[in-house]
């Protein structure tokens, strides 16, 4: 009996122990983590909220770095060069004004949000201006993919501009700032394009993408002054203290419904952005499914899907039948797609085979095209191949007669000047050429031996030259 009592007080300890060691584990993982993302140490909040106030000014030569950087973002997008737009983005001023409007809010101060929603309209209006300049050049107004991304509203540009918010505000309330030009890009990434964009639908006279983008615009500017918001709040910055009890709480209350419609704004945007991005998906996957199963849809998946007004185009190649239809409405309603209607537009035989016709007459002009432009090259490449053989003649033809002279009058140091030709011959019954040389001898030599020595040259020219034959004139 003893002993189970002991053998139950040794396990109870055990236990107790085990439970300090796991205890003692917790603790310090929670320590590690609280140490890790601690944000609250060293946050130098009257420097932080002096910067802001600082950058909020949109004049002089921020506004100047403003348009050339806004300049270059639109090169950017419309060369379709991402690069040349981070570039604009290193140096882009935007992010003052949007973190004052977050600051304000978040500590009550009624002349710094005035203030910062005076130079955000001032930023807004330069940026627009600049764009719409640059694209009314009728050489930049082509739709490129990079304008096109910024003409509707993302989800995932919501959490560009959240995540950039929070960075650039835990930045900025840090006391070194050098962080603060990298966490502005974030910014930029969210803002600039959307701006450049909409100038270039005021410069095309298409309001869908000005309208498109500058929404796009206002949810991520909404986004980064909440984060500030949000960061500010969690920092506890101090509150702006008013003498006046009354304006006091006037101005509470004000940044109060700001905040709330801030907040309820970003949320409800960013309900729709995720409702519209789940039906866009949904839709999506529908008509893969279709197309999967042997369905010939024209034209691309995006255009043929309308979330405003609930409705899924199909342009069918081939007639279908109403059942068939039937049975696409209810596998619509398995997907979560049953109020959304469903249009099919199907085209006659005429039109089909117009369309056909057209196609063939297409293809049969760019088979044309191709095989005149494969004829011209094939031309072009044996005029290259003619020219390169008359080339390579003239060059087998030529002799290195310099080097062959001087070596001729070490040789043979009587020789007082050699001069030569090629002559073209025939019998007329074959045509050859024949190297001439002309030698004149310096001194009078006997007959005989100015033989011997014209031969001895005759030989050594042959070998030298590599020729068959050549003639050797006396002069």
Same mark, same amino acid.
């Given at each position: 009996?003893?002993?189970?009592?002991?053998?139950?007080?040794?396990?109870?300890?055990k236990?107790?122990?085990?439970?300090?060691?796991?205890?003692?584990?917790?603790?310090?993982i929670?320590?590690?983590?609280?140490?890790?993302?601690d944000?609250?140490?060293?946050?130098?909040?009257?420097?932080?909220?002096?910067?802001?106030?600082?950058?909020?000014?949109?004049?002089?030569?921020?506004? #100047?770095?403003?348009?050339?950087?806004?300049?270059?973002?639109?090169i950017?997008?419309?060369?379709?060069?991402?690069a040349?737009?981070?570039?604009?983005?290193?140096?882009s001023?935007?992010?003052?004004?949007?973190?004052?409007?977050g600051?304000?809010?978040?500590?009550?101060?009624?002349?710094?949000?005035?203030r910062?929603?005076?130079?955000?309209?001032?930023?807004?209006?330069?940026?627009?201006?600049?764009s719409?300049?640059?694209?009314?050049i009728?050489?930049?107004?082509?739709a490129?993919?990079?304008?096109?991304? /910024?003409? /509707?509203p993302?989800?995932r540009?919501?959490?560009?501009?959240?995540?950039?918010?929070?960075?650039?505000?835990?930045?900025?309330?840090r006391?070194?700032?050098?962080?603060?030009?990298?966490?502005?890009?974030?910014?930029?990434?969210?803002?600039?394009?959307?701006?450049?964009?909409?100038?270039y639908?005021?410069?095309?006279?298409?309001?869908?993408?000005f309208?498109?983008?500058?929404?796009?615009?206002?949810i991520?500017?909404?986004?980064?002054?909440?984060?500030?918001?949000?960061?500010?709040?969690?920092?506890?910055?101090?509150?702006?203290?008013?003498?006046?009890?009354?304006k006091?709480? /006037?101005?509470?209350?004000?940044?109060?419904?700001?905040?709330?419609?801030?907040?309820?704004?970003? *949320?409800?945007?960013?309900?729709?952005?995720?409702?519209?991005?789940?039906?866009?998906?949904?839709?999506?996957?529908?008509?893969?499914?279709?197309? @999967?199963?042997?369905?010939?849809?024209?034209? @691309?998946?995006?255009?043929?899907?309308?979330?405003?007004?609930?409705?899924?185009?199909?342009?069918?190649?081939?007639?279908?039948?109403?059942?068939?239809?039937g049975?696409?409405?209810?596998r619509?309603?398995?997907?979560?797609?049953? @109020?959304?209607?469903?249009?099919?537009?199907q085209?006659d035989?005429t039109?089909?085979?117009a369309?056909?016709k057209?196609?063939?007459?297409?293809?049969?002009?760019?088979?044309?095209?191709?095989?005149?432009?494969?004829?011209?090259?094939?031309?072009?490449?044996?005029?290259?191949?003619?020219?390169?053989?008359?080339?390579?003649?003239?060059?087998?033809?030529?002799?290195?007669?310099?080097?062959?002279?001087?070596?001729?009058?070490?040789?043979?140091?009587?020789?007082?000047?050699?001069?030569?030709?090629k002559?073209?011959?025939?019998?007329?019954?074959? *045509?050859?050429?024949?190297?001439?040389?002309?030698?004149?001898?310096?001194?009078?030599?006997?007959?005989?031996?100015?033989?011997?020595?014209?031969?001895?040259?005759?030989? #050594?020219?042959?070998?030298?030259?590599?020729?068959?034959?050549?003639?050797?004139? /006396?002069?």
């Open positions: 009996m003893e002993e189970n009592k002991k053998v139950e007080v040794d396990l109870d300890v236990k107790e122990e085990t439970q300090k060691k796991v205890t003692g584990i917790l603790g310090g929670k320590e590690f983590l609280i140490d890790l993302l944000i609250k140490h060293d946050t130098n909040k009257e420097g932080t909220v002096q910067a802001i106030k600082d950058n909020i000014s949109m004049k002089g030569h921020t506004a #100047w770095i403003l348009v050339f950087s806004i300049l270059i973002a639109s950017g997008l419309n060369a379709n060069s991402t040349v737009v981070i570039g604009a983005m290193l140096i001023p935007l992010m003052g004004p949007i973190l004052g409007v600051l304000s809010i978040g500590i009550n101060d009624i002349d710094t949000l005035r910062s929603m005076v130079n955000l309209g001032v930023m807004v209006g330069l940026s627009l201006l600049t719409f300049l640059f694209f009314s009728p050489l930049f107004q082509d490129t993919t990079e304008i096109l991304a /910024r003409t /509707r993302d989800v540009d919501v959490f560009i501009a959240l995540a950039g918010g929070l960075a650039l505000i835990i930045a900025v309330s006391p070194s700032a050098q962080t603060n030009t990298v966490a502005g890009v974030a910014i930029a990434t969210a803002l600039m394009p959307p701006l450049c964009t909409a100038g639908g005021l410069a095309t006279g298409q309001f869908s993408y309208l498109g983008a500058m929404f796009l615009f206002t991520n500017t909404i986004f980064i002054a909440l984060a500030t918001f949000v960061i500010v709040k969690f920092l506890s910055f101090p509150m702006v203290k008013y003498i006046n009890s009354a006091r709480k /006037r101005i509470s209350q004000f940044a109060s419904v700001v905040a709330f419609i801030i907040l309820a704004g970003s *949320i409800y945007s960013f309900y729709n952005l995720f409702r519209e991005n789940e039906f866009k998906k949904t839709a999506q996957s529908f008509i893969h499914e279709l197309k @999967e199963g042997g369905v010939s849809i024209i034209g @691309e998946d995006d255009k043929n899907i309308d979330y405003t007004n609930k409705k899924i185009t199909l342009p069918l190649f081939n007639p279908v039948s109403d059942a068939q239809v049975i696409w409405k209810n619509m309603g398995e997907l979560g797609l049953g @109020e959304v209607e469903l249009k099919i537009q085209q035989d039109e089909m085979l369309q056909v057209n196609l063939q007459d297409l293809y049969s002009q760019n088979q044309k095209i191709i095989t005149s432009r494969d004829e011209n090259i094939k031309e072009k490449e044996d005029r290259i191949r003619l020219l390169e053989n008359e080339l390579n003649k003239f060059y087998k033809d030529q002799i290195p007669f310099k080097s062959v002279s001087e070596e001729a009058k070490i040789n043979y140091d009587g020789i007082e000047k050699m001069s030569y030709a002559k073209v011959v025939t019998d007329f019954s074959k *045509i050859d050429s024949i190297a001439f040389f002309s030698i004149k001898w310096k001194v009078k030599m006997p007959k005989k031996e100015l033989n011997m020595q014209e031969e001895k040259l005759k030989l #050594w020219l042959k070998t030298r030259l590599a020729l068959d034959t050549l003639k050797i004139i /006396r002069e």
